[in-house]
């Protein structure tokens, strides 16, 4: 099992016809053999909490990647080979108000989040994020040029983290203060986590250490981009990301 990403540039809307169930199999009942009254105990403390899912995906031409496949059958190939029907869960931004977040982010909230982060604005933070699981079959129908699915997803628990099978392959880095772009060499099936690297800084005089990434930008190209506090001493700084490396310089 690994922990994945959402499909890349498969919208992230959720419809308005979802709907949560919480503490479900949280609790089991007894019948005690005296007058029928039910004596109930609690066997999961955290049980997941079920979402019924409403999403559309185009289909037409209009909607179609540089490998010819349109919006639904980058949704289609996401759920068999990266997210295996459930094997594998993912990342996504939290929905509804559940057990876990207060939530109640729509598609174009999370993209003026995110184009705020792409344009520096250091107070933009991604919304909470829920890992989840698709637990039933996905069911498809026609919605005029839209293909409307259903499907119910359950929370999942986060733990160690393994890192999928996809290989995301850096062509370079460019880094500056406060930030590291990294530049892809082809557009990944599954969105990179702010978990996807690990970013190492050394300063000018001192060894190398891993350096905490405060916040992360992804929005469907071969581009992403790492934050970190910006440092303040002056002098050159060496930056690595895997095996590609950059530097930057602080000035007096």
Not at 117 to 122: V, W
Request: with cysteine; charged share 25%; net charge negative.
């Amino acid at each position: 099992m690994a922990y994945i990403g959402w499909a890349v540039n498969v919208n992230k809307e959720i419809l308005s016809s979802t709907n949560v169930t919480v503490g479900d199999g949280a609790v089991v009942s007894d019948t005690l053999e005296t007058g029928g009254i039910k004596k109930s105990r609690l066997v999961n403390a955290n049980p997941p909490d079920k979402f019924s899912v409403t999403m559309e995906f185009g289909f037409t031409d209009e909607s179609k990647d540089q490998n010819g496949y349109t919006e639904v059958e980058r949704f289609w190939r996401w759920l068999k080979f990266s997210h295996c029907y459930g094997v594998n869960p993912f990342s996504f931004p939290a929905i509804l108000i559940n057990s876990n977040h207060q939530a109640g982010f729509s598609q174009e909230d999370y993209e003026h989040i995110l184009k705020r982060i792409e344009n520096g604005d250091p107070t933009a933070k991604l919304p909470d994020l829920e890992y989840y699981a698709i637990t039933s079959a996905v069911n498809g129908e026609k919605s005029g040029v839209k293909q409307k699915i259903t499907m119910t997803w359950e929370t999942r628990a986060t733990g160690v983290i393994s890192v999928p099978d996809e290989v995301l392959v850096i062509n370079r880095i460019d880094a500056q203060n406060g930030e590291v772009e990294i530049l892809l060499s082809a557009i990944p099936n599954t969105e990179p986590t702010i978990q996807t690297w690990r970013l190492y800084i050394t300063p000018p005089e001192g060894t190398e250490a891993e350096e905490q990434i405060t916040n992360f930008y992804y929005n469907g190209t071969e581009k992403a981009i790492l934050f970190f506090e910006k440092k303040e001493v002056v002098g050159v700084y060496s930056v690595r990301v895997e095996d590609k490396t950059d530097t930057f310089e602080v000035e007096a």
